[in-house]
């Protein structure tokens, strides 16, 4: 089984319809994330949890929240999904390491098309 | 965290060395530096980090100037499965890694 798992992995809706995307890890890490990727760009930084009862906002917050429901799971919702938030979404965790490093552990993708 | 800057394309022949550049001129001190792959459309795989000095494992080497202000990931063997667009980020460890547009490498046989 992957470290980092997301689901759904495809999932096509309507405008308007809530979409609540899942992500769980069995690395034991303390920080998770979520990303977006549009077509030919990088990853944009959507939210990002660093405990159970942290979390913040990245660059692209507006129209997404997120919960974080164990130190294994952080979910992200679009309360009203618009066509413009069709793209790829991705979960990743990392850990507080000792030695000052923060390695990104990613899962697999979602991806979602809001017609 | 700092900016990187990297080329959005190179070309490298199948059995070469892939020699890409990363210039993160405003790096502080206590931030890393990371190297990123991602093939296709798949989940970002990690590949190497580095502080000052340079490290080398199983999938990469990486060189960091003296100054750390710029960086250069080395394949030693490229294969064409190697071809993927390359993100170089930089950041400490209570920070937010930030994805730039990356490299693209394309490995031609």
């Known amino acids: 089984d992957a470290d980092v798992t997301q689901t759904p992995r495809n999932r096509i809706t309507k405008t308007g319809k809530r979409i609540m995307l899942e992500c769980s890890q069995t690395k034991g890490h303390d920080r998770m994330y979520w990303y977006r990727q549009d077509p030919g760009l990088g990853l944009r930084l959507i ?29 992200l919702s679009l309360e009203s999904a618009i066509p413009n938030q069709t793209a790829l979404y991705f979960c990743a965790t990392s850990d507080a390491s000792l030695s000052g490093a923060n390695v990104l552990t990613f899962g697999a993708g979602s991806r979602l098309t809001v017609l | 965290d700092a900016k990187t800057t990297q080329p ?50 199983e999938m990469a080497s990486l060189i960091i100037t003296e100054d750390r202000k710029s960086s250069t990931l080395i394949l030693p063997h490229a294969t064409l499965r190697d ?21 693209t490498l394309t490995v031609k046989p």
Not at chain 1, 51 to 75: L, M, P, T, W
């Open chain 2, 83 to 103: 071809t993927a667009v390359y993100y170089c980020i930089v950041n400490t460890n209570a920070g937010k890694s930030t994805f730039g547009d990356g490299t």
């Open chain 1, 47 to 75: 939210y990002y949890s660093f405990d159970v009862k942290d979390i913040n906002k990245g660059e692209i917050s507006d129209g997404y929240s997120v919960s974080r429901q164990a130190q294994a799971k952080f979910s």
């Open chain 2, 8 to 57: 959005p394309s190179m070309d490298c022949a199948e059995g070469r060395a892939a020699n890409l550049p990363c210039n993160h001129s405003t790096i502080s001190g206590n931030e890393y530096v990371y190297w990123y792959r991602q093939i296709h459309s798949q989940g970002p795989q990690y590949i190497i980090h580095g502080l000052k000095n340079n490290e080398t494992n």
